[in-house]
């Protein structure tokens, strides 16, 4: 199985920071990686697929890159809706395994 | 726009069953592969299940195999997921999702395994 290792687990930021979340893959997954956004008591949100390809509709302070065992999800500068819990998720083989997850709280 | 509506969940005791399902509009159902994540209280995401579009390939995590048994009716554009020998463990939000690139979401629905 494939393991996603996900840092930092939490993180306080202000708004207009730049923030970086990584995963990290046990094997290579080519770009088969997604990023996820959860708030609380909602379904997660596809932001980003494919590694760096963006969501429709997701703003594009929002950016995802890497290939192979290496991927980060970055927001350019915060904004007060982003708070919430972002998680990857390995799309290359079965069983489909998930980071962690990374909260952003606010500083 | 595609729509996920999970229903079926709720309390079950130990050892007992549950069947849960995910009505599907918007898009066409038999041609994409379908997943179940659940999320414990207060935890992670956790892939479950998936099944291919003409649901002959299934896929589990280690922690259901032999226990639980997804499946899907494609004229009715339904989504399954048997549940056996529940423990609590179990218990979590369970989500439907949709492609293989897991694009879309349901809101869940609440499964409790509890005496």
């Known amino acids: 199985d494939i393991q996603m290792t996900q840092s930092p687990s939490s993180l306080s930021a202000s708004v207009g920071d730049r923030v970086t979340i990584t995963c990290r893959a046990s094997?290579?997954?080519?770009?088969?990686l997604g990023w996820y956004q959860q708030k609380p008591g909602k379904a997660p949100k596809r932001l980003i697929y494919?590694?760096?390809s963006l969501q429709n509709g997701v703003p594009s302070r929002f950016s995802g890159s890497g290939s192979g065992t290496e991927f980060t999800l970055t927001i350019s500068s915060l904004q007060p809706e982003d708070f919430a819990t972002y998680y990857c998720?390995?799309?290359?083989?079965?069983?489909?395994?998930f980071g962690q997850g990374t909260k952003v709280e606010i500083k | 726009e595609v729509q996920l509506v999970e229903s079926g969940g709720g309390l079950v005791q130990p050892g007992g069953s549950l069947r849960l399902s995910c009505a599907a509009s918007?898009?066409?159902?038999?041609?994409?592969?379908m997943n179940w994540v659940r999320q414990a209280p207060g935890k992670g995401l956790e892939w479950v299940s998936s099944?291919?579009?003409?649901?002959?390939?299934?896929y589990y995590v280690d922690s259901v195999k032999g226990r639980f048994t997804i499946s899907r009716d494609n004229s009715k554009k339904t989504l399954y997921l048997q549940m056996n020998s529940l423990t609590a463990e179990d218990t979590a939000l369970y989500y439907c999702?949709?492609?293989?690139?897991?694009?879309?979401w349901g809101q869940g629905t609440l499964v409790t395994v509890s005496s």
């Open positions: 999702a949709r492609g293989d690139k897991v694009a879309d």
């Open positions: 918007g898009f066409i159902f038999s041609s994409h592969e």
């Open positions: 099944i291919s579009g003409g649901g002959l390939s299934t």
């Open positions: 094997q290579g997954i080519r770009n088969d």
């Open positions: 494919g590694a760096s």
């Open positions: 998720l390995q799309q290359n083989s079965y069983p489909r395994t």
